[in-house]
């Protein structure tokens, strides 16, 4: 069965702390992986990773894919208060009938104290 | 761009009624996702809409219905609702069928009581 699987579950730091965020899958026929922040309503889109090795970045947030061993990790340095939220990642997963959906993780929630 | 819009924001219902929720998508935007949030399952996928077509299906009993009109907009209906229908339901668009880049709306917080 196709998953996606998020660690840690939750996560609480201090200000300024480095966190690093795990996602894993197991999928067929893998096209690409998502990261979204999800504060208190609507995830926003934060990436889209589909080739190994490369690193994306976006000022203190960047995330890289290892399609070898199935995973990818979102890095947050300097955190702030306002990286408080839940992160999610997901997969686009081929339907039998052809077409993609996507499925989520059930995302990490980050706590950053100050 | 405005984004996508939803609409009610909030609603309360009672078990046994039925409930319709809207969802315009980005301008230009043909597809639209429709996910379950709950503490427990977190996003879980209901259904994509693409050019009027539904594409795909989540895991969700037939209760759960939903259409596209020909401007993109999409509804979502439940009927017979279940106390355990109470979630936000979020809807998404993208450019293109299926997964890949979405962008999310805010969000619709149904309570059954």
């Known amino acids: 069965e196709d998953k996606v699987v998020q660690s840690p579950l939750s996560l609480v730091v201090h200000e300024g702390d480095t966190v690093t965020l795990n996602c894993s899958y197991e999928?067929?026929?893998?096209?690409?992986l998502l990261w979204y922040k999800q504060e208190k309503k609507a995830p926003t889109f934060l990436f889209m990773l589909?080739?190994?090795?490369i690193e994306k970045k976006s000022g203190r947030l960047s995330s890289i894919l290892d399609k070898k061993e199935l995973f990818s990790i979102l890095n947050i340095t300097a955190t702030q208060t306002g990286d408080s939220a839940v992160y999610l990642c997901?997969?686009?997963?081929?339907?039998?009938?052809?077409?993609?959906?996507?499925?989520f993780g059930k995302g990490t929630k980050l706590t950053v104290n100050p | 761009k405005a984004g996508v819009t939803q609409t009610p924001r909030y609603l309360i219902k009672t078990r046994g009624q039925q409930v319709t929720l809207s969802c315009s998508p980005i301008?230009?935007?043909?597809?639209v996702s429709w996910y379950q949030q709950t503490p427990g399952q977190g996003l879980q996928f209901l259904f994509e809409?693409?050019?009027?077509?539904?594409?795909n299906k989540g895991n969700f009993p037939g209760r759960f219905s939903g259409r596209q009109f020909s401007n993109s907009r999409s509804e979502m209906n439940v009927s017979t609702l279940e106390l355990g229908d109470s979630a936000l339901y979020l809807c998404?668009?993208?450019?293109?069928?299926?997964?890949?880049?979405?962008?999310f709306g805010p969000g619709t917080r149904l309570t059954v009581t």
């Open positions: 998404a668009s993208s450019g293109l069928a299926g997964g890949g880049e979405q962008y």
């Open positions: 999928v067929t026929n893998f096209r690409s």
């Open positions: 589909t080739s190994s090795g």
């Open positions: 997901a997969v686009p997963f081929i339907t039998q009938g052809g077409s993609e959906k996507l499925v």
């Open positions: 301008s230009g935007h043909r597809s």
């Open positions: 809409y693409f050019s009027e077509t539904q594409r």
